[in-house]
């Protein structure tokens, strides 16, 4: 009986997920994004975005960069990066453009939840091989009855929450959570993963899957891999990405492929000093 409840329970809480979003639709203002998190919003009307990465604490850098991308990938992964630092650096300029999102190093109830009341409207959690991990990062990214995120103190509302928005009501549709498959176990299991409630983008992390699967990136049996996690994604209805923006175009995935780690700023310019298309350090193909 106990795999009949547990599928009731995740048709229940993803019907609960889509009226909640059909609610916030109707409540739009005409000519209005329908959302805060305008990375969410360009993703579902099928754009591609793309991220500057924010590896050290520099606000003046930071807010400039900000303006020019679509969304910021403050890196907590693997960077030394502190929660008080990015929380400084969103609350200088909070409506620079880029929409703030955090890479954490795993999916831990306390680092989603200080991302969350810090500000960020999304969380790439990194290395999921399984449902377990896709469902902790889903329950703590968002409030009840959807999730299991608790109310607390922190500066999110005070960004979000203005202009007459209720962001306790408003912040569940807003978020934005994203699943990195960077292992072969992950990439058998990537339907299952992709089909949990609340997951709502699944990318590969490009490096790693050629690391951990021994295999490069031009090799068929690597983009065997990548084309499995591509459909499994589509197939549960989720964004599908990859990592590496050199996957953005010239590939057989890049008409599907929405949503990328660094890539091209959407008004041409350059973060000083870097070339604006190569991918992060290790994300490129075979690792450079």
């Not at 993803?14 to 000519?31: E, H, I, M, T, Y």
């Not at 650096?89 to 955090?102: D, F, R, S, V, W």
Request: proline share 7%; net charge neutral; with cysteine.
């Amino acid at each position: 009986m106990r795999p009949r409840r547990i599928a009731i329970g995740s048709i229940f809480l993803s019907a609960l997920v889509l009226v909640s979003a059909q609610s916030q639709d109707k409540q739009a203002a005409p000519g209005k994004p329908k959302f805060y998190n305008t990375t969410k919003q360009k993703l579902l009307e099928g754009k591609q975005v793309f991220s500057f990465t924010q590896m050290k604490f520099d606000i003046p850098g930071y807010c400039e960069a900000a303006k020019h991308f679509d969304y910021a990938w403050f890196e907590m992964q693997h960077s030394t990066l502190e929660f008080r630092d990015v929380e400084a650096m969103i609350a200088a300029c909070p409506y620079a453009g880029a929409t703030p999102m955090i890479r954490l190093p795993d999916a831990q109830e306390w680092h989603i939840q200080h991302a969350t009341d810090i500000g960020a409207l999304g969380v790439i959690v990194p290395t999921v091989d399984d449902v377990d991990r896709a469902r902790e990062a889903a329950k703590w990214a968002r409030y009840p009855p959807v999730g299991r995120r608790s109310a607390g103190s922190g500066q999110a509302p005070r960004i979000w929450g203005i202009n007459g928005i209720n962001y306790r009501q408003t912040i569940n549709d807003n978020m934005l959570v994203v699943i990195m498959i960077e292992t072969p176990t992950g990439a058998a299991n990537a339907f299952d993963i992709a089909s949990v409630p609340g997951v709502d983008v699944v990318i590969i992390g490009n490096n790693d899957l050629s690391s951990f699967s021994g295999f490069p990136q031009n090799d068929d049996r690597y983009q065997m891999l990548v084309t499995k996690i591509h459909d499994d994604t589509l197939r549960a209805g989720k964004i599908f990405g990859q990592a590496a923006a050199v996957y953005a175009k010239g590939h057989p995935l890049s008409k599907d492929a929405k949503f990328f780690q660094n890539g091209p700023s959407f008004d041409g310019w350059k973060l000083p000093g870097t070339n604006p298309n190569a991918p992060p350090p290790g994300e490129g193909k075979d690792g450079k």
